[in-house]
T-cell receptor
Framework: KAGVTQTPRYLIKTRGQQVTLSCSPISGHRSVSWYQQTPGQGLQFLFEYFSETQRNKGNFPGRFSGRQFSNSRSEMNVSTLELGDSALYLC??????????????FGPGTRLLVL | QQQVKQSPQSLIVQKGGISIINCAYENTAFDYFPWYQQFPGKGPALLIAIRPDVSEKKEGRFTISFNKSAKQFSLHIMDSQPGDSATYFCAATVQGGSEKLVFGKGTKLTVNP
């Protein structure tokens, strides 16, 4: 079974630009969460999607947005990039929410560098 | 507000030794506590997880100890190997369908041969 895939793996942008990152979850998984990982702040939750609906959102500015498609694939977008947005962006998929916790499986991440 | 505090930041042990990483949480609603292992250039991978109704869970050389009253949990790696050298993250989340994981800051483990 293929794991979570993220594209692109590496990205260099300049301040003010916007960027779109893509995530394909494990087949059969319907929930996708996004995290930002930086050396200073560690792993921070961005948002979570299930059935094309955002169910949860972390404490990030509105420049960070996302969406999920009917095939469960997800994209996140960052507009008006700032230097501080340089980070590893991780996508995690799970079967979906429910009464029991579902294991989240992470992709390899997209390394974004903002110059 | 850091909801999950992890220590130490870095840890160096000799091959064959025991590695111990500790985490403390504040939110008593947390009811699922996974540990993730991350190698450079890779995403975090689930290592082992525990729920608060269990005080200890063991999988191979990895053991989670959980102290609900103290709101603490720890990861023990027995017979540590150089291949265990990685960054370890504890995490916590709330039952009820929330997919949000709250992570500790991570511990960089180095196992010397």
């Amino acid at each position: 079974k293929a794991g979570v895939t993220q594209t692109p793996r590496y990205l260099i942008k300049t301040r003010g630009q916007q960027v779109t990152l893509s995530c394909s979850p494990i087949s059969g998984h319907r929930s996708v969460s996004w995290y930002q990982q930086t050396p200073g702040q560690g792993l921070q939750f961005l948002f979570e999607y299930f059935s094309e609906t955002q169910r949860n959102k972390g404490n990030f500015p509105g420049r960070f947005s996302g969406r999920q498609f009917s095939n469960s694939r997800s994209e996140m977008n960052v507009s008006t990039l700032e230097l501080g947005d340089s980070a590893l962006y991780l996508c995690a998929s799970s079967r979906g929410p429910g009464g029991l916790q579902e294991t989240q499986y992470f992709g390899p991440g997209t390394r974004l560098l903002v110059l | 507000q850091q909801q999950v505090k992890q220590s130490p930041q870095s840890l160096i042990v000799q091959k064959g030794g025991i590695s111990i990483i500790n985490c403390a949480y504040e939110n008593t609603a947390f009811d699922y506590f996974p540990w993730y292992q991350q190698f450079p250039g890779k995403g975090p991978a689930l290592l082992i997880a525990i729920r608060p109704d269990v005080s200890e869970k063991k999988e191979g050389r990895f053991t989670i100890s959980f102290n609900k009253s103290a709101k603490q949990f720890s990861l023990h790696i027995m017979d540590s190997q150089p291949g265990d050298s990685a960054t370890y993250f504890c995490a916590a989340t709330v039952q009820g369908g929330s997919e949000k994981l709250v992570f500790g800051k991570g511990t960089k483990l180095t196992v010397n041969p």
